[in-house]
């Protein structure tokens, strides 16, 4: 299917039926020529019309002031809710189902806050070993706030000895062995480090059986993969916006709960004015009453330059089609791995899944000796990828933007250092 031949890669892009994509952005230059930017899981690029967005919100901002709110030519009252429909397309769920909020920790403890409820019986928490510090943070500050030690609360599922990946039997026996114990499964999507996508599907369908909630930090999977979130009966699911979404540095992020919560006088929340029935709100009276969706778990007025920037990005997602997008990066990610076994470096080993169907864009590159150096090669050969200690180059060819080139490129700066 594959070949080493650079034809190849140049004949691939002119039949790519997604390849006018790539000139919708913009791209850091390396000695007068774009860089190959292979780091979408970190950073997305920004879309050329980002500017234009954001600047139609300063300009109503100078003219309109406050009046903006309802006159402003997006008007910012209700400016989240342009972007409840992509949203909700993108991660496979109801309009009612999601909200664009907050940053994605802050969003995971909101979460937890409802969906983490221990009692003496049903107290812990399971997750991925390894998974990103962030969530690690997250869930031993929750389980410390509920008088609990993560010395017992706490449950890791990591790969077997000798291997990079964590099998999903493996979470499955350890949730049926634990039982009754686990109040929430709380796993991400993608691992950060070795690129593997987990089978939500199946680890919630595990859960549920044993009277567990799960949820899931999409944080490398929205954009990514093709989620079924409703169907698949998750609980809750947070992300942030600024990875594959290309929502710009720090961008907002998005929340997930299933509809069947969100009437559910019996989940518990933190409440914030944002959240309160849109038609009493501005009565500012005392006693909260939720919006009856994900956006009554809205705290304040959301910002709307980062929402701006965000629906630049999701107008363009939107027109592509997500299952485009996936059929798109199954083929690019696949050449990727082609080439680098290919590769005259016999020192690389790939610790992502080869199986398609578990992994995104991703590949991880571990280098035992002398990865930091061949690092830093590519950067200054203009290849733009990133390191994480103590040994992976991570690699990641986003099918909005980049390339067959773009991964052949890379390639030969491979063989070239």
Request: charged share 25%; with cysteine; hydrophobic share 40%.
């Amino acid at each position: 299917m594959y070949s080493t031949d650079k034809k190849w890669a140049s004949d691939a892009d002119a039949e790519d039926p997604l390849r006018l994509f790539r000139d919708r952005f913009l791209f850091p230059k390396h000695r007068g020529s774009d860089v190959v930017y292979l780091c979408g899981n970190s950073l997305g690029l920004q879309p050329k019309t980002t500017r234009a967005y954001l600047d139609q919100e300063l300009k109503d901002w100078e003219n309109l002031g406050v009046e903006g709110h309802f006159h402003a030519k997006h008007p910012w009252m209700p400016y989240h809710e342009f972007l409840t429909d992509q949203t909700a397309r993108l991660v496979g769920a109801l309009p009612p189902e999601v909200v664009v909020m907050n940053s994605l920790t802050v969003n995971l403890h909101l979460m937890m806050v409802s969906f983490y409820r221990p009692t003496k019986e049903r107290f812990k928490i399971v997750i991925e070993k390894h998974a990103f510090p962030s969530d690690q943070y997250a869930v031993k500050s929750q389980i410390r706030f509920h008088g609990l030690d993560p010395e017992t609360a706490l449950l890791e599922v990591g790969p077997r000895d000798g291997e990079s990946i964590i099998r999903t039997e493996d979470i499955e026996s350890l949730i049926k062995k634990e039982g009754k114990a686990i109040a929430l499964v709380l796993f991400g999507g993608v691992n950060y480090y070795s690129g593997q996508a987990f089978e939500m599907n199946r680890i919630t369908k595990a859960a549920h059986a044993e009277g567990s909630l799960v949820g899931f930090d999409l944080a490398h999977a929205a954009g990514n993969l093709t989620l079924q979130l409703h169907d698949w009966d998750t609980d809750f699911a947070v992300w942030c916006t600024y990875k594959y979404l290309n929502s710009g540095p720090g961008g907002i992020a998005g929340c997930f709960v299933h509809e069947r919560h969100i009437k559910d006088p019996s989940v518990h929340r933190m409440a914030g004015w944002w959240g309160h029935d849109k038609s009493t709100r501005f009565f500012m009276g005392p006693d909260f009453q939720p919006i009856p969706s994900a956006e009554g778990w809205q705290l304040s007025n959301p910002p709307i330059f980062q929402l701006a920037a965000l629906r630049a990005s999701l107008d363009i997602f939107d027109e592509a089609g997500m299952e485009n997008l996936r059929a798109k990066s199954k083929k690019l990610t696949g050449y990727l791995e082609f080439l680098i076994r290919q590769s005259s470096r016999k020192d690389i080993e790939i610790i992502t899944p080869g199986d398609p169907e578990q992994r995104g864009c991703q590949l991880s590159l571990r280098i035992p000796a002398g990865g930091k150096i061949l690092f830093e090669k590519l950067s200054k050969n203009g290849v733009v990828c990133d390191w994480r200690e103590p040994d992976v180059i991570r690699v990641a060819p986003a099918p909005l933007y980049n390339s067959f080139g773009d991964v052949y490129r890379f390639y030969e700066v491979l063989e070239q250092i």
